[in-house]
């Protein structure tokens, strides 16, 4: 049985686990990040994470085949370089070599939503298909592309920026500066927005019994409220659910993957999500769906996608 690391570099924390190669998780365990600090002293931390993990799971260092890091920002994966994160204040960072002169084995470094995406296709909820897309629906819209079993990444590692295809022209500005976005639509950010947009032109709506403190609304609270049949929340719902379908059928129409897997807090809602959500993509599926249909899945391996894609990251560069 061969062995590797996984990392998932966060801004708060460090995830770090050893992976087998089938992508089981042996033992894992974090560490704070401390981001303030040179990123010398933070790449050192992740090394030692692994060599103690190692050491607690009695596997020897040279039993490693190599490590891979899951890093937010662009990254210039072939050198093993962080080009730019804004979690971290880095610029041109050269992550991957700093973590082998402490760990002594390969060490590679791609971003951390592609990691999650290739850990979710290896091992997750993707695992029985050749290619698919993995779309996380948090602060963004991020994610990773996996087509015939390899991480597409595009030019210089900058493709893949799923949540910045525009939806709807001239629409709401994204953080990027463009308007439009996918993100500025369909992340829980924005379901978030557009219930207290709800909220405040309906002060009558069931919405703020739920919630009567604006400033707490989630991404569950659209929902809850259409649960118990306000019809403001139920518009806030459906509007949610038809940007985000039109950022997924924008996806299969390009790529064609076998299926599509999404993570994030607002998936917890299961089928009333996904059964409105599937009808939709459906519809806009170029050519239909009895040649090549677009499954529509639901994350599987929750927060330690990232840390086995990473590992499966490196395993597969060896």
Known sequence: MN???????????IKGGIVDENGNILIKDQVSTGRERPYQDIAADMAALILDLA????????????????SPGTVDSKRGVIIYTNNLNWKKVPLADEVRKHLGVPVFVTNDANAAAVGESF???????????????????????????VLFEGNRSAGAEIGHTVIRVGGEKCTCGRKGCF?????????IRQTKR???KDRESALWKICPDIDKVNGKTAFDGAAAGDKTAEKVVKNYITYLAEG???????FRPNAIVLGGG?????????????????????????????????????????????????????
């Open 123 to 149: 091992a997750g909820a993707a695992k029985k298909y050749p290619s698919s897309i993995f779309v996380t629906l948090g602060t963004g819209v991020g994610g990773g592309i996996v087509i015939d079993g």
């Open 248 to 254: 997924i059928a924008n996806l299969a129409n390009i």
């Open 198 to 200: 709800a909220m405040e």
């Open 183 to 191: 993100e500025a639509y369909a992340s829980a950010t924005a379901l």
């Open 55 to 70: 050491k607690r799971a009695n596997i020897a260092v040279s039993d490693l085949k190599a490590a891979g890091i899951g």
């Open 266 to 318: 607002v998936c917890a809602q299961g089928d009333t999500l996904l059964v409105p959500l599937r009808k939709k993509v459906n519809r806009m599926l170029y050519g239909g769906t009895k040649y090549a249909p677009v499954e529509l899945l639901v994350a599987t391996l929750g927060n330690d996608a990232g840390l086995v894609g990473a590992a499966h990251f490196a395993q597969q560069r060896i």
């Open 3 to 13: 062995y590797f690391a996984g990392i998932d570099l966060g801004g708060t924390f």
